[in-house]
């Protein structure tokens, strides 16, 4: 069964902390997503890593990929306010025709 | 672009009535699809469409039909609606040309079925 699990799924932080958000997946993917979705609203593309040893970054946001342990991380510098909300990855399976699987999301509180 | 539009933005059903659900992109993507997002929970994929005329299941279509006449649109319809299809339903679309894209979301519907 294809799965991706994210951990935690629940997560309350102060401000100015570090902290890393994992995704873990059960098959061999050609792509891996980052997305945020604010309470209420749509979802909107974070990030895409393509290949092992993937690293991308936005603001005080850093993506990375380790295909060969099928986990992504997303790593949290600096927590500030503005970005709680919840973070899903989602894993494009070889072969599936573009059908991701997501996560369950990890819903992120920071609190001033 | 107004991108991935959805109408309506909230809606009530009773048990047993019927709905159809409208998607439509201005981004000539290729691809779309209905996911449902039940709370706290991620989203799972209804059905999803690869160009204008061709539709598949995705891993919850029971209840739900789609057609795609046209790149553009993407309605989903749901027949006989039940509780359990108490909801917020996201509709995206792509084009999948180079390995960076992704899926573009609409602003969802949200269902309540009482």
């Known amino acids: 069964e294809l799965k991706v699990e994210q951990n935690p799924l629940f997560l309350s932080m102060q401000e100015g902390k570090n902290y890393t958000i994992y995704c873990n997946y059960s098959?061999?993917?050609?792509?891996l997503y980052w997305y945020r979705q604010d309470p209420g609203k749509s979802l909107e593309s974070l990030f895409v890593?393509?290949?092992n040893g993937a690293v991308k970054q936005e603001g005080r946001l850093m993506a990375s990929l380790d295909t060969k342990a099928r986990l992504s991380t997303l790593h949290i510098t600096a927590a500030v306010h503005d970005l709680s909300a919840t973070y899903f990855c989602a894993v494009d399976p070889q072969g599936s025709n573009y059908q991701l699987i997501w996560g369950a999301g990890t819903k992120l509180i920071i609190k001033p | 672009n107004a991108g991935v539009t959805q109408t309506p933005k909230f809606r009530i059903l009773k048990i047993g009535q019927s709905m159809t659900l409208q998607c439509a992109q201005d981004m000539n993507h290729n691809y779309m699809y209905w996911y449902r997002q039940d709370p706290g929970m991620g989203l799972k994929l209804i059905y999803y469409?690869?160009?204008?005329?061709?539709?598949d299941k995705g891993e919850v279509p029971n209840g739900y039909n789609v057609s795609r006449s046209t790149t553009e649109d993407f309605p989903l319809r749901l027949e006989l609606a039940a509780p359990s299809q108490t909801s917020v339903y996201f509709c995206?679309?792509?084009?999948?040309?180079?390995?960076?894209?992704?899926?573009?979301f609409g602003p969802g519907t949200r269902l309540t079925v009482l």
């Open positions: 890593l393509l290949s």
């Open positions: 098959t061999t993917s050609d792509r």
């Open positions: 995206a679309s792509s084009y999948w040309g180079q390995r960076t894209d992704t899926q573009y």
């Open positions: 469409s690869v160009g204008a005329g061709i539709t």
